[in-house]
């Protein structure tokens, strides 16, 4: 559970001015493609290999998760192409309320080459782990594509705050004897409530 709130902090200045600076997996299918996803890796985890899905997948709020794609170049059986142009992989996360996603430059495969391809996704601090989530892995090109879906589990998190935007009024300038307004907006990501916060703001070359 994602909370938000802002406290308020005075400061009086006295020196001089200064600046304070349930998921069925999807298997990959040829669909007239010529290449295959041959393996899927999650992390150094084997995620999906040979058109079976080998695990679920846990992963963890506010990190960043690695995504290895292999793709296979395949001979398209009806028109007999053994290289596609303007390839692309994308990895995206399905469930969550924002995009979650990344995808690769163009490339070219060829027959009986295998490809390894590399995608990092960022993994959101506010993401329920009550809900179930999927990987989708996409190759495609002008004309086909072929997929895999692997499941999701997101990892229980200690409480944590974050602090998410500091506002200063009258703003980053002030004079000696003036006083310095500070709102400290902070998220709280925890299933329980939290007490007794306390917001310190210093400013250590004035000893203040």
Request: aromatic share 8%.
């Amino acid at each position: 559970m994602r909370k938000q709130f802002g406290l308020f902090v005075i400061m009086l200045l006295l020196l001089a001015p200064f600046t304070i600076a349930t998921h069925t997996p999807t298997h990959a299918v040829a669909n007239g493609a010529a290449y295959t996803i041959e393996r899927v890796k999650v992390d150094g985890i084997t995620a999906y290999d040979n058109n079976n899905v080998i695990n679920t997948i846990e992963i963890e709020r506010g990190r960043d998760i690695f995504v290895e794609v292999f793709v296979e170049g395949l001979t398209d059986n009806i028109t007999g192409i053994t290289e596609t142009e303007d390839v692309t992989v994308e990895a995206e996360i399905d469930g969550y309320d924002d995009d979650i996603e990344a995808e690769t430059e163009k490339f070219d495969v060829e027959e009986d080459v295998s490809y390894r391809k590399v995608l990092r996704l960022t993994i959101p601090e506010d993401i329920d782990a009550n809900e179930f989530y999927t990987l989708e892995i996409k190759v495609s090109d002008r004309s086909n594509s072929v997929t895999a879906n692997i499941p999701l589990r997101v990892q229980e998190q200690e409480k944590r705050l974050v602090i998410e935007d500091v506002i200063f009024d009258p703003g980053l300038s002030v004079e000696a004897g003036e006083t310095l307004y500070t709102r400290v907006f902070i998220d709280y990501f925890g299933d329980e409530e939290e007490e007794n916060i306390r917001i310190v703001v210093k400013v250590p070359a004035l000893w203040i």
